[in-house]
């Protein structure tokens, strides 16, 4: 395997660093942060700025039937399958100029980097960003990689709704007005040699533990639901309590009960209840209906199976007199990421005299779903006091440098096995 040297060299901090400030002005917020949804004008703007960078070092570009955005820059051998990095460029409504974006950012100026030093690798090296990943606006999240992984069908996909009533469709096909790029005919999904995402850690264990880079073993499990309450609309001023049927009141009884029965003694279970919404949104209407969706993670799937059964019990037991049901509307079974990556990302950070620890994500990554079709695996860096989905989150430049110059080793390395 070639030694560390002319690629991670040509690693460039401040252009690193300035392409991340040219991507926030996308959809920035007063406070700092960005709002660029999938699928929006500002996600457009994003994939235009991104295709005019690759444009200007002649790499090629081209884009899927779910919009999952490629970069690849070309190998000796024409018939190898690519590596692959990236991560994605949608953000949480007030998220950060960091996740997501970091890996795509990364990722191409690994592909920068090696044109810099002129290195030739056998397999083409590709950067990606996948559509949707934060499930924020289109549910479910991580979703161009999981069309392209086959784990959901583009179909359906392309008929999910926002929470407005768009289709998923129409926003992509407007997005790709707005951006447009050579759409690769056909389902989404090659074969891809070996995958690599690198991600702000968004959490705190990197920066408590003086470490420069996460070596992801593994990520937890998620899976993501809908609760409905159906109830009655009534007059606020007149219903006696005996004559309501509110959702909203309903609705509370079972998410009390819920956060109840997810409380675990280890504070192992991850369970948020992030949206909820209440119909007709009339102060003075007793509402009629009432939705809230719930995102539980667990790293043991036996654990999700378990609570998830709880949770299906408590709506059945404390709607009345609303009925009510609860939808999944994700599954992603726990990952684990392959050895032969973890080992070479864990070799590559401590040959460029990195400090590095071992770690598994709780946050999920389109990585979960590319590591179910070829070796994959993720390197991490810290981010200020564990913040992210926030405004304020952050990172440092020289935090941002030290994982691509391990992510360009490890995909050189991967490029010319
Ligand atoms: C990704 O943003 C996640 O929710 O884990
Ligand atoms: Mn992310
Ligand atoms: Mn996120």
Known sequence: ???????????????????HADMAKLGGTPKGGVNRQALSAEDAAARNLLASWAKAR?????????????????????????????????????????????GVLAAFEALEALEDAGVKTKRPVMAVAWTNEEGSR???GAMGSAVFSGHNKLDEMLAAKDWKGVVL???????LKAAPATVRPGTPGFTVDSYVEAHIEQGPRLENEKKTIGVVTAIQGSRRYIVTVDGEEAHAGTTPRAARKDAFAAATRIASAMYEATTDADDTLRFTIGR??????????????????????????????????????????RAAPCPAHIERVTNVAPTDFDPVVIDLVRAKATELKLTNMDMPSGAGHDAMHIARLCPAGMIFVPCERGISHNEAENATPS??????????EVLEALANR
Do not use: C
Request: hydrophobic share 35%; proline share 6%; aromatic share 6%.
């Open 1 to 19: 395997m070639a030694s560390s040297g002319a690629s991670s060299g040509s690693v460039k901090e401040d252009r690193l660093w300035q392409r």
């Open 58 to 102: 002649g790499f090629t570009i081209f884009t899927d039937a779910i919009g999952n955005l490629f970069v690849q820059r070309a190998g000796s051998d024409p018939k190898a399958a690519p590596v692959m990095s990236g991560s994605h460029m949608d953000s949480q409504p007030t998220g950060g100029r960091f996740d997501g974006m970091y």
């Open 138 to 140: 289109f549910q479910p």
């Open 169 to 175: 469709k129409e926003a992509l096909a407007e997005t």
């Open 276 to 317: 909820v919404d209440v119909a007709p949104g009339s102060p003075n209407t007793v509402p009629g209906k009432a939705t809230f969706t719930i995102d539980m993670r667990h790293p043991r799937n036996e654990a999700l199976d378990e609570h998830e059964k709880k949770l299906e019990q408590i709506v059945t037991s």
């Open 399 to 408: 935090d941002l440098a030290a994982g691509t110059r391990v992510l360009v």
